[in-house]
């Protein structure tokens, strides 16, 4: 079955940067439109970027403040999600996820394929 898996996450202070990584594992990531999301605790899933097979993507400007940018590496088999500027509100469980659908979404039921998630944590 499509698994992926996310890496990149750790502690950092306010205003640093971080890239996280999403892989996949027996397949090819640039057959399959990929999501980010972000779970903060007691707080619904919220979608961040997505980008597709073809390398469009979307931006969740209200959740990003335009700090965050997806991206594809065919090379290494991988999607980033770089993350600038970040902040205490950004501290949550960043998750990848794949679907087959060649159309991006930031909607938790289009996406079919989930990782296990990567802590991020902003504080001083």
């Known amino acids: 079955q499509l698994q992926v898996v996310e890496s990149g996450g750790g502690l950092v202070q306010p205003g640093e940067s971080l890239r996280l990584s999403c892989s996949g594992s027996g397949f090819h990531l640039d057959s399959y439109s990929i999501g980010w999301f972000r779970q903060a605790p007691g707080k619904e899933r919220e979608g961040l970027a997505c980008?597709?097979?073809?390398?469009?993507?979307?931006t969740n400007i209200d959740a990003s403040k335009e700090r965050f940018t997806v991206s594809r590496d065919s090379t290494k088999n991988a999607v980033y999600l770089r993350m600038n500027d970040l902040e205490i509100e950004d501290t949550a469980v960043y998750y990848c996820a794949a679907t087959g659908e060649r159309r991006c979404s930031l909607r938790v039921i289009d996406f079919e394929s989930w990782g296990q998630g990567t802590q991020v944590t902003v504080s001083s």
């Open positions: 980008i597709t097979a073809y390398g469009l993507f979307l």
